[in-house]
């Protein structure tokens, strides 16, 4: 599965950005993790399998949403409300085996599209 990730910027605290991640074909669960420079790849938000429940990092609840358009192989992350802290290389991620436990680890994640970089200014 290829996965290509779009739609990051400049944004001023505050404000607001749609990230897109477009897959070769349709995957079972989709997830996307961010990775700020010197710190560990960490877990955003994911979507499980068909019936689309979704799971947030306690970090970011509240402020994003992630989503999936079946039609067109695109998962989104759409971020409000940015601070600072969201300052990051953020990626897609696929799978079709995960389970719930492990929806969170990045290592349970199969394929993995380049990041797009989320730059939030105070």
């Known amino acids: 599965v290829q996965l290509q990730a779009s739609g990051g910027g400049l944004v001023q605290a505050g404000g607001s950005i749609r990230l897109s991640c477009a897959a070769s074909?349709?995957?079972?669960?989709n997830g996307w993790f961010r990775q700020a420079p010197g710190k560990e790849r960490e877990f955003v938000a994911a979507?499980?399998?068909?019936?689309?429940?979704?799971y947030y990092s306690e970090t970011v609840k509240g402020r994003v949403t992630i989503s999936r358009d079946s039609a067109k192989n695109t998962i989104y992350l759409q971020m409000n409300n940015l601070k600072p802290e969201d300052t990051a290389l953020h990626y897609c991620?696929?799978?079709?085996?995960?389970?719930?436990?492990?929806?969170?680890?990045?290592?349970?994640?199969?394929?993995w599209g380049r990041g797009t970089q989320v730059t939030v200014s105070s």
């Open positions: 991620a696929a799978s079709d085996t995960i389970i719930l436990s492990t929806i969170r680890s990045a290592s349970a994640y199969a394929f």
């Open positions: 074909r349709r995957t079972l669960s």
């Open positions: 979507l499980f399998r068909s019936g689309g429940n979704t």
